[in-house]
């Protein structure tokens, strides 16, 4: 199957500061990227829709000009959370789609752990 | 709406016996399709099973199956032969034509030995 990667897996920053979270498909080119946002005990939120060259699709509720996204290239996706603060910790997680036959795959990376002190 | 409920907060099987875990959803679209991930502790979301909308046939992989009752809007999960590797969260879904992902509250499964 198609691989993502996520870096880093782990991350602990001081509340104010900025961090970045990559997402890369290794193994085929993705147009498409999603990041998802999981709290403990509970499911995936979609926060947005990062389509290559073009500005990313925010979900309700979601701040754009705090969670920054950038997908510069067909493999690569960024996720900046800006002048972090301890409620943005969580669990980060992307996935990627990828064609296949006549529809669209969606793989996911391993996720990042956010912790804002 | 366009939601996904999973009624089930936590499930629990013994070890070579079968277990179903529900899963219902609502949507507008006429495009669309259902899936089961499962979670295990490493947070790795793994695709257990896919199932398009338009297809009547019950999708099956190993396992797994599926109950799809279209009319009612419902998408169980069978699983059969429990295995101990079984054990995790599992999300039922839902997809649309522009590859975004809806996803249930989540089954929490217990395989007992």
């Known amino acids: 199957g198609a691989v993502v990667s996520q870096h880093p897996s782990r991350v602990i920053c001081k509340s104010g500061t900025s961090v970045k979270i990559e997402c890369r498909s290794l193994?085929?080119?993705?147009?498409?990227m999603f990041w998802y946002r999981q709290f403990p005990k509970q499911s995936l939120m979609l926060m947005a829709t990062?389509?290559?060259?073009?500005?990313?699709?925010?979900e309700q509720g979601v701040e754009k000009d705090k969670f920054l996204i950038n997908h510069a290239s067909l493999t690569l996706s960024t996720l900046t959370v800006t002048s972090a603060h301890p409620e943005d910790s969580s669990f980060y997680i992307c996935?990627?789609?990828?064609?296949?036959?006549?529809?669209?795959?969606?793989?996911f990376g391993p996720g990042t752990r956010l912790t804002v002190t | 709406a366009q939601t996904v409920t999973q009624s089930q907060p936590e499930m629990s099987v013994q070890e070579a016996e079968t277990v179903t875990l529900s899963c219902t959803y609502d949507t507008s679209e006429s495009d669309y399709y259902l899936f089961w991930y499962k979670q295990p502790p490493s947070r790795q979301m793994i695709l257990v099973i896919r199932?398009?909308?338009?297809?009547?046939q019950n999708a099956t992989e190993n396992r797994f199956s599926v109950n799809f009752q279209k009319a009612a809007k419902s998408f169980s999960l069978k699983i059969s032969d429990s295995q101990l590797g079984d054990a995790a969260m599992y999300f039922c879904g839902r997809g649309g034509s522009q590859g975004n992902l809806i996803f249930g509250k989540g089954t929490k499964l217990s395989v007992k030995p």
């Open positions: 193994d085929f080119q993705a147009t498409t």
């Open positions: 996935s990627a789609l990828k064609p296949r036959d006549s529809y669209y795959e969606q793989y």
């Open positions: 199932q398009e909308a338009y297809k009547q």
């Open positions: 990062s389509n290559e060259g073009s500005k990313a699709t925010y």
